[in-house]
DNA sequence: GTTGCTTTGTCCTGTGACTGGAGAAAGCCA
DNA sequence: TGGCTTTCTCCAGTCACAGGACAAAGCAAC
């Protein structure tokens, strides 16, 4: 079955588009308000979508002490795939045109088993959303990466964590799998991309989004659009040096932030203090293979252990170091922390904060909130059907 | 005598009088392979140009096998004024209307006598610029000052070297005093705008310009627009921390890079070894009150001095650690040094790119140039001049 | 029910932006 | 002098758009 044929015609379009998308219904007298165009003209573009069939007129709202208007929306069929690839496990969830999270399913995965087996994975899962009821079929889907891309191939490029990616195409690979238009983000600005449409970071036009999961990254978002960088590589904050001469990391250099905080890094450092039993309460978390992971030190920090909530703070105080600098050099007008680890929550926040609080310059931090992310993991889905449907809402 | 009093009234006239202003005259024909118009509307637009007296034609170009065209220039009698306000000394310059430097005067000066002293000054070095005839009058101005920037209303706000100016109206004041539109940004930020213009930086759109002075600032150019941030203090990285618990800064926190690294820090250091007999080639340079000065510092080390070359090398190091930093977030296409220890040159430049290359993830730095500035201390006055012919160049 | 008022949506015409072609002007070359 | 090229101008036709007139549909007061 082909699906959503037509593209906005003009940017006229694209912007009522946009505008139902993130506004949700709307009669054409409140479109009118929002647009800058003359009624006449906003009639004629309606029309014209209508024709379309991307968006539908379906029934009359309640009369505001006149006539009653038509409910203009977007057509109620319009399904987006939201994928987000982490190192350990996917999500994988369908939204309507409105981005509005349908059914989501996450399953654990190792992405250095190579795109090959994990699209055959994100594959399945779709099919079993499909067979679901929840779709007949994709329009789009945005997918995320953990590592960067050549953002308008869609291509992974020299990513650390997922060395069998470099270079292949997801993009076209996937188009061709699915049978819709696909876009290839990194997962971290998918993340922002997710908090600006439905989180935290609403009517925010410049802010950070620093993912802690089992690496470190950082969304940048410039007036409203992520910014990638040169090379796509922007917001690798992962291997900026947190300690001289300090730990070695897996890339090969020494000190970096991720080396010391990360799920990785925590799950190691917990394990090692669970062994030298520094930690009942981590000892008794530890699995049959001897380890720990960073929901076990979520866990034990709830539970009060004190040698988990060290741990938390460490890493917090190292993030928070690196955070101040990039505050004081981007000045942004939001901070939101998010990932995997948001079980360590406020013991975390209240890390960074402190961090960012006393080494930034007053001017940068006077009215700067640095908070938690608001969708979890959501964020990343939503991000990815967000990706898709700029593009699709933009003029062909 | 009143000035440019036309500013145009489009997009398209805008568009057209950049064009003429960074790609000097041109004939009709050949803004029309640029400017995606037709001949005809092409025309009309040009003609309305005329009309205003914003351009002139002058003469015949050669020809190039049909007929011979007409030149379209930008008036030849507009005067911009680009001024650019140091910690110790003031640079002003006159332009044409192409940006190129007809004048330019230099002066020393102390931004802590306050804006009306500092003003009082800027303008008579205007006064003289236009008595010596390279100017009847100006059609606008670009202010570059030593700290953050509310940038729309041209106010400094809470600059921590020019505590007599926060809040001082700088745009309002001076438009007032020259009868000229004026814009103000960050000293910064003009230097990138400079060497965007006229120096290295041509043709990059996203980039960092390191300006190390009197204190250290970064210039960020995102998509070929200078990023300011949320509240003006973009780029303010000399208050990053470079060591913990390091040295006390003058902001009141310790291990700030400008405690390390910047003219003033060096020229302490300097001072320092010399009068602890750590350098006989920097002890000859001091001055009757005992001091040294960064220029001093460039000189002994010019001359093979090893401290004052270990001096400029330590700084360096830290300087590159935290560019570094930025890099990995940034991923910038190019990353311009300058400022006024231009004497430092290469040994500076060395270090640096040793520990950005280091530090730094290949895929961040594998095409990144790091080079010096071009334009050395005209930066900011053409940055200056193109702030204001940016703002004047656009639809009013 | 009727009347007046409000909101919503449609229709129509006038205006200005813009395109593309025809052709004039001006130059080169043989 | 006649072809060929480039540059520039003029003109008519097309399209986008605004804004007013008007129709449709609802509410409320009488």
Redesign the interface.
């Known amino acids: 079955m082909r699906r959503m044929t037509a593209r906005p015609a003009n940017a006229h379009q694209a912007r009522l588009l946009r505008l139902l998308r993130d506004g949700g219904p709307n009669s054409r007298a409140q479109l009118g308000d929002q647009v800058d165009l003359s009624r006449s003209k906003l009639a004629v573009e309606v029309d014209r979508l209508l024709e379309t069939g991307l968006v539908v007129a379906d029934g009359l709202a309640a009369s505001r002490g006149g006539r009653r208007s038509h409910n203009i929306r977007l057509a109620p069929a319009l399904r987006f795939l939201g994928v987000d690839i982490g190192a350990t496990s996917v999500d994988v969830a369908v939204t309507n045109a409105e981005l509005e999270v349908l059914g989501h399913i996450n399953q654990p995965m190792d992405v250095r088993e190579g795109p090959v087996a994990v699209f055959e994975q994100v594959l399945a899962m779709a099919a079993k959303l499909r067979a679901s009821g929840l779709a007949e079929g994709f329009d789009g889907a945005g997918i995320g990466v953990p590592g960067?891309v050549r953002f308008p191939e869609g291509v992974p490029?020299?990513p650390?964590i997922m060395p069998g990616w470099d270079g292949f195409p997801v993009r076209e690979a996937l188009s061709q799998e699915l049978g819709c238009p696909v876009m290839v983000d990194n997962d971290v600005n998918l993340m922002a991309m997710g908090e600006q449409h439905a989180g935290v970071a609403r009517s925010v036009?410049?802010f950070l989004c620093v993912k802690i999961g089992t690496g470190i990254g950082?969304g940048?978002v410039?007036g409203g659009e992520v910014?990638?960088?040169?090379?796509?590589?922007?917001?690798?904050?992962g291997?900026?040096?947190a300690e001289?001469d300090g730990r070695p990391c897996a890339?090969g250099?020494r000190g970096c932030l991720e080396a010391y905080f990360s799920g990785a890094a925590l799950a190691r450092d917990a394990t090692e203090a669970a062994t030298q039993g520094r930690s009942a309460e981590l000892a008794a978390r530890l699995d049959e293979a001897g380890r720990l992971s960073a929901v076990d030190v979520a866990a034990a920090a709830a539970a009060g252990d004190a040698t988990a909530l060290d741990l938390i703070r460490e890493g917090g105080n190292r993030t928070g170091?690196?955070i101040?600098?990039?505050v004081?050099?981007?000045?942004?007008?939001l901070v939101v922390i998010g990932g995997g680890v948001t079980g360590l929550g406020h013991t975390l926040l209240a890390a960074i904060r402190t961090q960012v609080y006393?080494?930034?310059?007053?001017?940068?931090t006077?009215?700067?909130p640095i908070v938690l992310g608001e969708l979890g993991p959501t964020a990343g889905v939503i991000g990815g059907a967000r990706l898709i449907s700029d593009h699709l809402f933009s003029p062909a």
Chains 1, 2 share one sequence.
């Open positions: 960067p490029v020299a650390p036009g410049d950082c940048i410039v910014y990638r960088g040169t090379t796509g590589s922007a917001g690798d904050i291997h900026i040096q001289p890339c250099n170091q690196v101040a600098a990039l004081s050099f981007f000045n942004p007008g006393r080494q930034s310059l007053p001017l940068a006077g009215n700067l």
